[in-house]
């Protein structure tokens, strides 16, 4: 049995329906290997899920929307920042299923900014027909949930049959289950030609992406090192959210337990001055990536989980080999246009 198809508790029993163009590329990067001189370098290419310029929420979207076509469900509802990528990603996969889409933007980051407010991410959810709220207090997760609740419970009445994607704690992280069926593909890729992984590095933010990885490894029998990259909150909070993720994984998935507490590594230098804002060294990796791969990763996500793992990078032996999950996240470069302009301006 090869190890995408091996069990791994209730995953292949759970509903899902196909959003992704298939599996995703794992690639050398033998430029950035030969500019850092140490170890092997891969990237796993979750840019490329295929739906609406794609990432790490497509396969997500695929088990939300699953249970949401189980449910007979015709509106999608999702909270989410300004800029976010899921919500992007949710009013297209509503609308590739037949669904409409209703999206609240929370007020995450201190930028008035008229590109940031509706350039990149914004232009493609107004393209895509979804109907737009907004929610002020972008770190009031329990809040702008409740919200999205009335907004479901105002559709009702209008004879809709809303179906509500919380990212809140408290709620079953089905999106997680997308990176648990992940890790039994980079594990069949890997097998498949040959490599033997050291360490996975990766953003985490919600969880579910960070959580369902290490899940994924872990319940497979993989015991490589799993690196959280923060890109929203301190270390210390969310080594208490991973946790809890992995706790209802196994829940979800009708498991024991297959996450220890010393298996969740995280570092949170690279997040300052905060979610959704730059620093140098956010640039740095941004540059780095750009002109050794051709590889564009976001100010948001991907760039500071590119610093986390070019430092991981240059601590490693030169036999180990390092993957870099490329959760997307390009849309969002637009919406950034004033400070990438002047970081990569160039005069002729």
Same mark, same amino acid.
Do not use: W
């Given at each position: 049995?090869t190890l &995408?198809?091996?069990?791994v508790?209730?995953?292949d029993?759970m509903p &899902?329906?196909?959003?992704?163009?298939?599996e995703?590329?794992?690639?050398?990067m033998?430029?950035? +290997?030969?500019?850092?001189? +140490?170890?092997?370098?891969?990237?796993?290419?979750?840019d490329? +899920?295929?739906?609406?310029f794609g990432?790490n929420?497509?396969?997500q979207l695929?088990y939300?929307m699953?249970e949401?076509m *189980?449910?007979?469900a015709d509106?999608?509802?999702i909270? $989410?920042?300004?800029?976010?990528?899921?919500v992007?990603l949710?009013a297209a996969?509503?609308?590739?299923?037949?669904?409409?889409?209703?999206?609240?933007?929370?007020?995450r980051?201190?930028k008035?900014d008229? +590109?940031y407010k509706n350039s990149g991410?914004?232009?493609?959810d107004?393209m895509?027909? *979804?109907?737009?709220?907004?929610?002020?207090?972008g770190?009031?997760e329990?809040?702008?949930d409740?919200?999205?609740?009335?907004?479901?419970? $105002?559709l009702r009445?209008?004879?809709?049959?809303?179906?509500?994607?919380?990212?809140?704690?408290g709620h079953?992280?089905?999106g997680?289950?997308g990176y648990?069926?992940a890790a039994?593909e980079?594990l069949s890729?890997?097998?498949?030609e040959?490599?033997e992984?050291?360490e996975?590095?990766l953003?985490?933010g919600?969880?579910h992406t960070?959580?369902?990885?290490l899940?994924?490894l872990r319940?497979?029998g993989?015991?490589v090192?799993v690196t959280?990259?923060?890109v929203?909150?301190?270390?210390?909070?969310?080594r208490?959210?991973?946790s809890? &993720?992995c706790?209802?994984i196994a829940?979800?998935l009708?498991?024991?337990?297959v996450v220890d507490?010393?298996?969740i590594?995280?570092?949170?230098?690279?997040?300052?001055p905060?979610?959704?804002r730059?620093?140098?060294?956010?640039?740095?990796a941004?540059?780095?990536?750009?002109?050794?791969?051709g590889?564009?990763?976001d100010?948001v996500?991907?760039?500071?989980?590119?610093?986390g793992?070019l430092?991981r990078a240059?601590?490693?032996k030169?036999e180990?080999?390092l993957?870099?999950?490329?959760?997307?996240?390009t849309?969002a470069?637009?919406?950034y246009?004033?400070?990438?302009g002047?970081?990569?301006g160039?005069?002729?």
């Amino acid at each position: 049995m090869t190890l &995408r198809m091996k069990p791994v508790g209730k995953l292949d029993d759970m509903p &899902r329906t196909s959003l992704m163009s298939g599996e995703t590329p794992l690639e050398d990067m033998p430029n950035l +290997t030969r500019h850092i001189g +140490t170890a092997r370098l891969l990237v796993k290419r979750d840019d490329l +899920t295929g739906l609406a310029f794609g990432g790490n929420k497509v396969r997500q979207l695929e088990y939300y929307m699953g249970e949401a076509m *189980a449910q007979d469900a015709d509106t999608i509802l999702i909270t $989410g920042a300004v800029q976010s990528n899921f919500v992007r990603l949710a009013a297209a996969s509503a609308r590739k299923k037949g669904m409409e889409c209703h999206v609240q933007l929370e007020d995450r980051v201190p930028k008035n900014d008229p +590109t940031y407010k509706n350039s990149g991410n914004v232009l493609i959810d107004k393209m895509l027909g *979804a109907t737009l709220y907004s929610y002020p207090d972008g770190e009031d997760e329990a809040g702008a949930d409740a919200h999205l609740g009335e907004l479901a419970d $105002g559709l009702r009445k209008t004879g809709k049959k809303p179906y509500v994607i919380h990212l809140s704690p408290g709620h079953a992280p089905l999106g997680a289950l997308g990176y648990v069926d992940a890790a039994r593909e980079v594990l069949s890729q890997c097998e498949n030609e040959g490599i033997e992984l050291d360490e996975v590095v990766l953003a985490s933010g919600s969880g579910h992406t960070h959580g369902g990885m290490l899940f994924g490894l872990r319940a497979l029998g993989c015991p490589v090192r799993v690196t959280g990259i923060c890109v929203r909150r301190k270390a210390d909070d969310q080594r208490m959210r991973i946790s809890n &993720r992995c706790r209802e994984i196994a829940e979800l998935l009708e498991m024991d337990p297959v996450v220890d507490e010393g298996d969740i590594i995280l570092s949170d230098e690279y997040l300052g001055p905060g979610y959704g804002r730059m620093n140098e060294q956010v640039l740095d990796a941004m540059r780095q990536a750009a002109e050794s791969e051709g590889l564009i990763t976001d100010p948001v996500y991907t760039a500071k989980a590119m610093c986390g793992f070019l430092e991981r990078a240059k601590a490693a032996k030169k036999e180990q080999t390092l993957l870099f999950i490329h959760t997307g996240g390009t849309p969002a470069i637009f919406a950034y246009e004033r400070e990438l302009g002047t970081a990569f301006g160039t005069q002729g």
